[in-house]
Structure formats: C-alpha cells, structure tokens
C-alpha cells in the first residue's frame, strides 16, 4: 500500500532559526513501539518511502521521514552549511526532539550518506542502518581504483560543480534533464503522473535546486572521490552498527560492483550484510517495492530479536 495524501500528519521542530519538517506516522497509535527515521536522497522528498510508511506503522513502527536540510526554504541555512558533518547533527536532532535514546536509521541516495556518517559519529543513537544506494564517504578513494566505469556514471556530480549552468540546467522548462536522471538511473520504472508532479513542485520552492547541488559541491566533489579533500570523517571508517546494504544491479547511477569496494566487513562489527535485487536500479524501494518491504521487515525484526 503506499502512502495517499492525508494519511500522514506533518511535524516539525526549530533549532538556530531554521525550520526543519517531517511526514510522521504511527507516532500516538504505535506510542510505545520502536522509531524508524527515513531520509531520502536526490532528486527526492519524503514521500519516496510511500511504500514503506503504511508497512511499517503496520508492522508497529512509529516513523518519520525528514525534509533534508534546504529542500524547504524554512531549513535553508543563511551560511549556506550543507556539509555532512551538519547533515549528521540534523538527524541526531530528530533523535532529540521525539525523545528516544536509539532508532532505526534508513537512508536513500544522500539519505544514506547521511545514514552512514551518523553510525559512524553516534553509533550509540542508532539500532540499525538501512542504506539504499549510496556510496560510503570514508571509503570513496576506493571506488575509481576498483570500478574505473563508475567515473563515466558519475558524470552529474562533475557537472554539479560548474556553478550557474547546473542551475540553469536543472531548472529548464519542463525539467528535461531531471527526467534524464531518472529514466538513466532506474531504467525500468517511470515515476507516476502524479508523483512527478508533487516532486516538481517541492523542487521548485524558493533555494531548493541550489541547496541540493550544495550537498555535491560540499560533499561530492572530485576531490573526495580521490582522497584529498577532507570531510571531518577521518579517522572514522568504523560504523558499530548492524548495517544492510541494498543495491539495485540496474542502477544506472552506481555501479552495484563498488558496495563491495567501499562497504567492508571488517568496518562493521556488528555485522554487514549486503543485498542486490535485480530488476531494480537507483530506486530499489519504489521499483521493487514488495521484495524490498520483505527484506526490511526481516532485517528490522532480526534487532529485536538480537535484543
């Protein structure tokens, strides 16, 4: 079942003068029940886990799934701060703000960036990480050495360097390259009518295209591909949380051989498991969303029994 308009409340929480917003669902009739926190990627909203909310709330979840930092004007930072050690303190506050001491973490695309940072800066917040297709920032010297093709399929994130014409690019008439994004990233899935056009319309808000192509300047560039740029993730390869890993072998934006590259075993001591679904690219969640919903039923029950 995915998730209609007016089945999910909105809440949000201030902190240093900006606004933060996110979907919940389950919070008062799952009141006592575990918190799973959702965080989408680019070029997404929260409704991208509209197959997982439902499920979860069902399953006895309470769950929120964030605007990330500048996909709304109200949380758009006048420093113009889109680095992933900030992204990182936005979801520990999410964690503050509802009360909890640990949660389920699930992040898409950017989202599991952000994911994996936080395991490895508070892993004592977290249950359990759930990353859908994204590379591990302290690991991503290890990608061009082992998989040379993934620099042809990260051609966007040199483009997203040139400042002015991306914009440009991204915000033309009826949004010709978003669309080329999508149909290159998740060959097999066309994104519904009408899902399309939510996504446009929170994409165009006042700063949104900036902010999103801040996150791969600041975070993305050439440089941390090649291991001399910095991101304040030294030193912290170790995530001591249990991790899932899920990558769709049709993605047409990473290539499914770098997760073994740049996700280790031995970064992970309370274990690694690393899943590729076929038939799925980019959006593995919204393309094979049943065999996807097994997977993450399974993995989030397999913590409670380990409790």
């Not at 994004?181 to 446009?200: F, V």
């Not at 280790?264 to 393309?287: C, N, S, T, V, Y």
Request: net charge negative; proline share 6%.
């Amino acid at each position: 079942m995915a998730i209609q308009s007016g089945e999910f409340e909105t809440i949000q929480r201030r902190t240093k003068g900006l606004t933060f917003s996110a979907l919940a669902l389950g919070l008062a009739e799952n009141a006592q029940g575990p918190l799973v926190i959702c965080l989408h990627g680019f070029p997404d909203t929260p409704r991208t886990y509209r197959h997982q909310l439902p499920l979860l709330v069902g399953a006895g979840y309470r769950v929120i799934a964030p605007v990330l930092r500048g996909y709304e004007p109200s949380s758009q930072p006048g420093n113009r701060d889109y680095s992933v050690l900030s992204l990182v303190d936005d979801v520990l506050a999410w964690v503050d703000h509802l009360g909890i001491e640990e949660v389920h973490l699930i992040g898409h695309d950017w989202g599991a960036a952000i994911s994996c940072a936080a395991g490895s800066i508070a892993p004592g917040r977290f249950q359990s990480l759930t990353l859908i297709a994204c590379t591990n920032f302290t690991r991503a010297s290890n990608v061009l050495r082992n998989v040379p093709r993934q620099a042809l399929l990260s051609w966007y994130i040199n483009f997203f360097q040139l400042r002015g014409i991306a914009e440009l690019a991204l915000k033309r008439p009826g949004w010709p390259l978003l669309h080329k994004l999508w149909r290159d990233w998740a060959p097999g899935y066309a994104l519904p009518p009408k899902e399309w056009e939510l996504l446009i319309r929170e994409l165009e808000q006042p700063g949104v295209i900036d902010a999103a192509l801040s996150y791969y300047r600041q975070n993305a560039s050439p440089g941390v591909f090649l291991g001399w740029r910095k991101l304040g993730l030294e030193g912290k390869a170790e995530v001591d949380v249990r991790t899932l890993v899920v990558a769709g072998l049709e993605d047409g934006c990473f290539d499914s051989r770098i997760f073994e590259h740049i996700y280790l075993q031995e970064d992970f001591p309370r274990g690694l498991r690393i899943e590729k679904l076929a038939g799925a690219g980019h959006f593995p969640h919204l393309e094979q969303p049943e065999l996807f919903n097994t997977l993450l039923l399974e993995w989030l029950a397999a913590d409670s029994i380990a409790t």
